[in-house]
């Protein structure tokens, strides 16, 4: 697994992706189609205009699934992780086309247990890995 510094040409990608785990903006008329595609853990997800915010507590998270196909999009978020040492717990942003298929390609960011500065990404295309790298980024606490 490579460490390495996030180059700074890289930056608005990671912020633009990183962003999408617990608030994820979207247009209003979008929102209802994202709160039908929920498939579980509905109570942890909320409406309010146009931001969707998804709640992880020790009861679980939500996973949103689209029905719609994007070739491109832009996604914005704010991400926070819990204070300290978070073993065991990997908060995670990813987008994933064709899941369940053994075929599907993949973008993930992964924020790690026992340093929430430390953020590991990974692709897949046709459902093999291609990239794995770790980072570290400036998180405020």
């Known amino acids: 697994m490579a460490t390495a510094i996030l180059p700074r040409k890289l930056l608005p990608i990671f912020y633009a992706l990183w962003a999408l785990l617990l608030l994820i903006l979207v247009h209003s008329a979008e ?51 819990p204070a300290g040492d978070i073993s065991g717990f990997v908060p995670a942003f990813y987008t994933s086309s064709l899941e369940g298929s053994g075929n599907q390609d993949e973008i993930d960011f992964e924020f790690l247990g026992k340093n929430p500065q430390a953020v590991q990404t990974n692709y897949y295309v046709n459902g093999q890995m291609v990239h794995r790298r770790q980072a570290y980024a400036h998180c405020e606490q």
């Not at 205009?49 to 996973?63: H, N, P, Y």
Request: glycine share 6%; charged share 15%; aromatic share 10%.
């Open 31 to 81: 929102a209802q189609t994202i709160l039908s595609s929920i498939d579980y853990s509905p109570q942890q997800v909320s409406i309010s205009g146009s931001t969707v915010t998804i709640k992880m507590d020790r009861s679980g998270g939500a996973r949103i699934r689209t029905p719609q196909q994007y070739a491109y999009d832009t996604f914005s978020a704010y991400i926070k992780c």
